[in-house]
């Protein structure tokens, strides 16, 4: 797919991704619901990424679903619920990508944009950020695109449930405060910020990093310590099979810089 609103830049094995319709607060037309759909659903077979950054041009992350541009097709619930999964498939293939996703959180992360934030695995801020569940405001539910299913799990029942049934918006030292966000930077900083990140996780082999992040996502959903344990000793027994811990072991012995074998898993 040719993106119309999506900025993709290729930074070794990083891959940048900027949503870039400033004008509107990088707000979801269906177009950019399209590109975003495509770029997500193709990362589960590119093993060339191994990390992704995901921002919004201007002084906004995305303010939601552009009502301006919204289309009511009439096609009653059946086209309704089409339409609805092309939206929700983004966040569903947004935790099946093996790669981390670091969202950079700039102004507004309202409705839609909420939910691209709590669907990455990283959230840095700006003091700017503010964060709502708007869906509730113009007469939806607010549990929609995976937020009721994120949210609770990251700040806790009560807490979400503040902010989804008022449609609040949470601000940058409130979410740094709860753990929604990692970090609090100049707006300045954020790239920076999170090419420190990037290179940090670059450090782990390939297969370490989908692995974990793999067994994270299963993790919060196991039936208990014992299911989870044993992923990761399934996790452990297939990294240790590869030629990238022989590296990685003889690296830190010898106080270098591994060389792993990027993308031959």
Request: net charge neutral.
């Amino acid at each position: 797919m040719t993106y119309e609103h999506l900025i993709v830049e290729t930074r070794g094995a990083t891959l940048w991704v900027t949503m870039n319709r400033p004008e509107r607060l990088n707000a979801l037309n269906r177009r950019l619901v399209e590109e975003l759909r495509d770029l997500f659903v193709g990362l589960y077979w590119r093993h060339d990424v191994r990390v992704v950054v995901l921002k919004g041009a201007g002084r906004g992350f995305c303010a939601g679903l552009d009502l301006k541009a919204r289309q009511n097709t009439g096609g009653g619930v059946s086209q309704g619920l089409i339409g609805q999964r092309q939206i929700s498939e983004i966040v569903i293939a947004m935790r099946r990508a093996p790669q981390p996703i670091i969202a950079l959180v700039n102004g507004a992360a309202a409705g839609g944009g909420f939910a691209l934030a709590l669907a990455s695995d990283v959230r840095i801020a700006t003091a700017t950020m503010k964060m709502n569940a708007a869906f509730i405001r113009i007469g939806l539910s607010a549990c929609d695109i995976g937020v009721s299913y994120f949210l609770p799990r990251m700040v806790g029942a009560s807490v979400a449930a503040e902010l989804m049934l008022t449609g609040r918006f949470i601000h940058a030292d409130r979410a740094v405060a709860l753990g929604l966000v990692s970090k609090i930077v100049e707006s300045s900083e954020l790239d920076v910020e999170a090419d420190a990140l990037a290179q940090e996780m670059l450090a782990a082999t390939p297969l370490g990093l989908r692995l974990t992040k793999e067994c994270l996502n299963h993790s919060i959903d196991a039936g208990g310590l014992e299911a989870a344990i044993a992923m990761e000793d399934r996790n452990q027994i297939l990294c240790a099979q590869g030629e990238d811990f022989r590296e990685g072991v003889a690296a830190f012995l010898e106080k270098r810089a591994p060389q792993y074998r990027a993308g031959r898993q």
